[in-house]
């Protein structure tokens, strides 16, 4: 079967019967009056249904008959094949293998023109637009795992957008999806991203990014994030990231649990690039958290006391060293990278309560 096996003779015919209501006029649907048919027939994601009938209405007359609908959702088999192959197939350009930021942009202008979660976003096109570059960052953060801007169908598979799509039609609190489409989340980024660009030329340096969550970080891991080492800045301004970069900067740096995180900071780390963390490597890092507790009279806590604690934590397969694999495999790992380099969050971490830890610890294992 040239374009995979067709569908069974029951699943056509009610699907059929389904259309036949539909387009119970004959003359075809335009754009507005498509939606049911996305929902309906395909059961797919409505926020969808705009981009599905441009692909089909490629003369651009304005309508979609249901020949056409016919002979491209049957015909070429789109309705046996898995959501997320459908999805891709809608969203991929002609002659590309991959989805780029640039194809999800559609379905999230449609989703902000008719999601009753933002509605209140109507007025102000210019959070309109930001709103949607985040949302399509945080997807090419979680989900492009190789990073390289071309969303792959194993990706797409292997992620979980999907299903976060599919909620938007369920949920009418768009902050209840957590995943991706949060309009809370976007404004936490937003506000803080304005916050450090304080000439709002949407750009910011390094003596910006130095005062992130009150002076949290040190000097020399914003020294690595600038050289651009665990992500090459789209910014274009020597010196600058742009609110993309900081996207990514501020997801790796608030949930040091997920796996891009940890890939991100474990390059920033790995100063000669060799795939794992020397003693000497975190040493480095490290020193510079001394300093700073030494400078506020806290009791400073010598490196070789926090070496013990983190191979302890982590359970590295060679003591002498760690790997990405290492990190991966403990879920408490993110704490290595705040010990390193995050004071507040290592201070935080430091005067925890033993009890506490210890019940983290029994309900992750």
């Known amino acids: 079967f040239k374009h995979g096996r067709p569908p069974p003779k029951d699943l056509r015919e009610q699907c059929l019967s389904r259309l036949d209501h539909l387009f119970f006029a004959g003359e075809g649907l335009q754009i507005q009056e498509f939606r049911p048919v996305i929902k309906d027939i395909c059961k797919l994601p409505s926020y969808l249904s705009g981009v599905l009938f441009k692909k089909i209405d490629a003369t651009c007359s ?17 309705i046996t094949m898995d959501t997320a192959t459908q999805i891709f197939e809608i969203l991929r350009k002609p002659g590309y ?43 090419f953060y979680s989900i492009n795992r190789s990073g390289n801007g071309h969303l792959t169908l ?5 992620g979980n957008l999907v299903a ?22 976007f404004y936490v980024i937003y506000c803080k991203f304005w916050e450090l660009d304080t000439d709002h030329d949407f750009l910011i340096d390094k003596e910006n990014l130095i005062r992130y969550g009150n002076h949290s970080l040190t000097y020399r891991i914003v020294d690595r994030v600038f050289s651009q080492v665990p992500r090459k800045f789209t910014s274009m301004t020597e010196g600058k990231m742009g609110y993309e970069d900081f996207v990514y900067f501020i997801l790796s740096e608030e949930d040091k649990s ?4 940890l890939e991100y900071w474990f390059k920033c780390i790995d100063l000669d690039g060799n795939g794992i963390l020397t003693t000497n490597e975190m040493q480095f890092f490290y020193e510079e958290q001394l300093h700073r507790m030494e400078c506020m009279a806290q009791e400073p806590v ?17 003591e002498t060293y760690f790997t990405l694999r290492d ?12 010990i390193l380099f995050n004071l507040n969050k290592f201070m935080a971490f430091e005067t925890r309560d033993p009890f506490l830890i210890r019940q983290v610890i029994t309900v992750l294992q």
């Not at 020949?67 to 015909?75: E, G, L, M, R, S």
């Not at 976060?164 to 989340?185: C, G, P, T, V, W």
Request: aromatic share 12%.
């Open 302 to 318: 010598l490196f070789e006391d926090i070496l013990c604690q983190m191979i302890d934590m982590i359970g590295p397969e060679n």
């Open 258 to 261: 997920s796996e891009p995180s």
């Open 154 to 158: 194993r990706e797409l598979k292997r």
């Open 327 to 338: 990190l991966k495999k403990c879920k408490l790992s993110g704490n290595i990278f705040n």
């Open 97 to 139: 293998s991959y989805l780029t930021q640039e194809d999800f942009k559609p379905v999230l202008k449609e989703l902000l023109a008719s999601h009753p979660g933002l509605e209140f976003l109507q007025g102000t096109p210019e959070f309109q637009d930001r709103y949607a570059e985040t949302v399509i960052y945080r997807i």
């Open 164 to 185: 976060a799509m599919q909620q938007l039609d369920e949920e009418e609190d768009i902050n209840k999806i957590l995943r991706y489409f949060s309009y809370e989340h």
């Open 62 to 78: 304005g309508t979609v008959t249901r020949d056409a609908f016919i002979d491209y959702w049957f015909n070429d088999n789109k």
